[in-house]
């Protein structure tokens, strides 16, 4: 292995985990594709088991003889045994990988790897029944919540409009527990996300749309009307303003979640969840 130990607090080797944004990860490395971070042995190893190529790793120094293992095992099997032998694996001691951060480490491992080209919106809807749509949601861990819940309820994939958060944020990717690397996903251009266009892209290959809204012609979720339609798209939007106006007067549906004590929303994570699992249900009788 090429393990190369961090004593230094200004290291260069740990610009790239630490003080480089998640933006400047993807423009100054890798222009053409860009690289992503991502933390803890389980992000990592569905990062791998899914083919992203790993490009070099930080481990606190406690953390080598155990959980670093199975990841560098996980290398060898997917890469070989060159990559294994060659990718930098930085180590450092938690005190001093505590003062780059300005906090405790929560999981003591990170990895640097290639991120690969989208899909395009066309090739992402091909053989899809079910997709959750991302409209504008820009909180990292409300978009990994949403991705998990996806994943685990059966959708066929997640898409994006260009204004959401990128999935392979390292808390969006942490908080889906590694199931972005395991659900399809792409995010759609800033033209394919402008006003109403994605839903007309949608609707041309044969989606019906929903609306998560609460709307004066909103139906309650239980609907075996919609759940009959081939093919659906669920959208949600932003954290702080929902979807906006024009989008849901052009959805072809319009559904809400019913709400006791005067609550009259849910936060985004929390209607997504609901909605995958009621709209994927088989049509009553």
Not at 154 to 166: E, I, K, P, R, W
Not at 178 to 204: C, D, H, Y
Not at 229 to 253: F, M, Q, R
């Amino acid at each position: 292995m090429n393990l190369i130990e961090i004593t230094d607090l200004n290291a260069p080797e740990l610009d790239v985990f630490e003080r480089f944004s998640e933006p400047q990860l993807f423009r100054l490395f890798e222009p053409e594709i860009g690289v992503f971070l991502a933390e803890s042995e389980s992000v990592i190893m569905r990062a791998l088991e899914a083919g992203y190529e790993p490009l070099s790793m930080l481990v606190e120094t406690c953390r080598l003889e155990d959980e670093a293992v199975p990841i560098i095992d996980a290398i060898e099997r997917y890469w070989g045994t060159e990559k294994k032998e060659t990718i930098p694996i930085y180590t450092a001691v938690s005190e001093l990988i505590a003062q780059v951060t300005g906090y405790a480490l929560v999981r003591g491992l990170w990895m640097i790897l290639r991120r690969r080209p989208l899909a395009t919106v066309e090739e992402f809807c091909r053989d899809k029944k079910r997709i959750a749509v991302m409209f504008d949601v820009v909180n990292p861990t409300n978009a990994g919540a949403m991705t998990r819940s996806a994943a685990a309820l059966g959708m066929d994939g997640v898409l994006l409009t260009a204004a959401s958060v990128d999935p392979l944020a390292r808390r969006s990717s942490r908080v889906s527990m590694g199931t972005v690397f395991q659900i399809p996903w792409t995010m759609a251009t800033k033209e394919e996300s402008a006003g109403t266009e994605l839903l007309r892209i949608l609707n041309s290959y044969g989606f019906k749309t929903v609306a998560m809204a609460l709307t004066e012609d909103s139906v309650g979720i239980d609907n075996d009307e919609i759940r009959a339609n081939e093919k659906l798209a669920i959208l949600l939007g932003n954290e702080g303003s929902g979807l906006p106006k024009e989008v849901i007067a052009a959805c072809d549906y319009r559904v809400m979640i019913p709400m006791h004590y005067g609550v009259d929303s849910l936060n985004v994570s929390a209607a997504g969840a609901i909605s995958f699992w009621e709209l994927t249900k088989p049509v009553k009788g």
